[in-house]
């Protein structure tokens, strides 16, 4: 799945350079070409990131910056600035953007702050998995269907949740309290002990071999890693 960004800027010209640019970098690219406009499409669809102008007709770059954190969005904001206005710099990074970008600068510059940008976002929020295939398994959490070998595997509902969440996390460990935390979300009654079970059963239905699995790794003392 491609990143996605919005583009607010102003100024057609460099709005369509960027956008080429960015789009035939491998993103998907969103354009507003003013503070309100913008405003609304970062509120009302999920971006990975935000490059955003800080002189913008409407509301200022600043302004859509606040009110964006201030609703609770935790967006990656990437400025834009021009030369003169290093003010707008400090005011833009104490209101929450998370890097900024002095005009004019070189397209391989902005690409570097991006991925870079983009590299901290997907650690931190995992991207919302729809298809994924490892080794003979191919799921399909959109239609929750999943298939090994070619042939349906019949899934309880906890356990497509806990398969989801170690395809999200992949190749990260996962300690038995995490899992339990973000997958049952503590209800009464539910220990450690339960992740251990789900584990168990996820790789008797899709493992090769449930003694010794490839994909749902045990991590000795601490929990589990998913690698695909
Ligand atoms: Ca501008």
Redesign the pocket.
């Known amino acids: 799945m491609n990143s996605r960004i919005l583009l607010i800027?102003?100024?057609p010209g460099l709005a369509l350079t960027l956008s080429d640019l960015l789009s035939s970098s491998g993103y998907d690219v969103d354009t507003a070409g003013d503070g309100i406009s913008g405003l609304a499409k970062a509120k009302g669809n999920p971006y990975h990131l935000i490059l955003l102008?800080?002189?913008?007709p409407g509301r200022s770059g600043i302004e859509v910056c606040r009110e964006l954190r201030q609703s609770g969005s935790d967006v990656a904001i990437l400025m834009l600035t021009a030369r003169s206005q290093i003010v707008d710099r400090v005011v833009g990074l104490r209101t929450g953007a998370d890097d900024y970008l002095t005009k004019p600068f070189d397209p391989s510059e902005l690409l570097a702050r991006v991925e870079a940008l983009l590299r901290r976002v997907h650690k931190e929020n995992p991207i919302a998995v729809v298809r994924f295939e490892f080794g003979t398994v191919q799921v399909d959490f959109e239609k929750t269907e999943i298939l090994r070998n070619g042939k349906q595997v019949s899934l309880a509902g906890k356990e497509v949740q806990l398969l989801r969440y170690l395809i999200e996390h992949r190749d990260r460990v996962l300690s038995r309290d995490q899992i339990l935390s973000d997958v049952w979300e503590y209800q009464p009654n539910i220990t450690t002990r339960t992740v251990d079970v789900h584990v168990s059963w996820l790789r008797q239905k899709l493992e090769e071999n449930a003694q010794f699995p490839k994909h749902i790794l045990t991590v000795r003392g601490v929990g589990y890693r998913f690698s695909a």
């Open positions: 800027e102003d100024e102008d800080v002189m913008l």
